[in-house]
């Protein structure tokens, strides 16, 4: 916050597994979604939260990638992230015992920066070709944009990239979500280093 560094404990949240939402219908590929609980936070003064991050973390009942076995593990600051849409409107808790207080707290980055924060940045990509079945006066083409999103990594290469928002045709996501491996970023910064992020790429489609 403008005001110092807070600190707030969260103890046995538990992940629920939203629908399987389908972002490629042309490779039946699924995303599992999880969302927890609201869960709250009250700060000891009245203050904006600027910037947030997991600084550790541990897991139960994982037991995919075997997480478990590794215990509580400590997790790097983030660079700013896009902006997506805000979270439906929460409850009030039921009561004052579901409320965690926030401590304050050193600065757990230590120097400071010129620029602290930043999000990945969009360098090029190659020009954007349309999928052969749309070409050759197909004029009959509805689509929304395709919004394709692209994980970066400290050194501004592209480790994976997923549909974030469906066109509702699924060659035309498919062909945007190849143009977006092919294009260059620049990675995310976090107090005065290089740190993984993602970019929302966008794509519209017209004729």
């Not at 120097?111 to 969009?122: D, E, H, I, N």
């Amino acid at each position: 916050t403008p005001q110092g560094w807070y600190t707030a404990a969260f103890a046995s949240v538990k992940l629920h597994e939203k629908p399987k939402q389908a972002v490629s219908q042309a490779n039946l590929f699924m995303l599992n979604g999880y969302i927890s609980d609201p869960v709250y936070v009250k700060m000891p003064a009245d203050v904006a939260i600027s910037y947030a991050y997991v600084s550790q973390a541990s897991t139960s009942g994982e037991t995919f990638f075997g997480w478990d076995s590794k215990g509580t593990m400590p997790c790097e600051p983030v660079g700013l992230m896009d902006s997506v849409p805000p979270p439906d409107p929460i409850a009030t808790p039921s009561s004052h015992d579901a409320i965690i207080a926030a401590h304050p707290i050193a600065s757990p980055v230590g120097t400071a920066c010129t620029r602290p924060l930043g999000k990945v940045t969009f360098k090029n990509a190659p020009p954007m070709k349309m999928p052969a079945m749309f070409q050759g006066g197909y004029t009959a083409l509805q689509a929304k944009p395709t919004i394709v999103a692209v994980a970066v990594d400290p050194s501004g290469g592209v480790v994976d990239d997923w549909v974030w928002q469906s066109s509702g045709t699924p060659v035309l996501d498919d062909a945007a979500a190849n143009e977006a491996r092919k294009a260059t970023f620049g990675p995310a910064q976090a107090f005065c280093r290089y740190v993984p992020g993602y970019y929302l790429f966008h794509v519209t489609w017209s004729m």
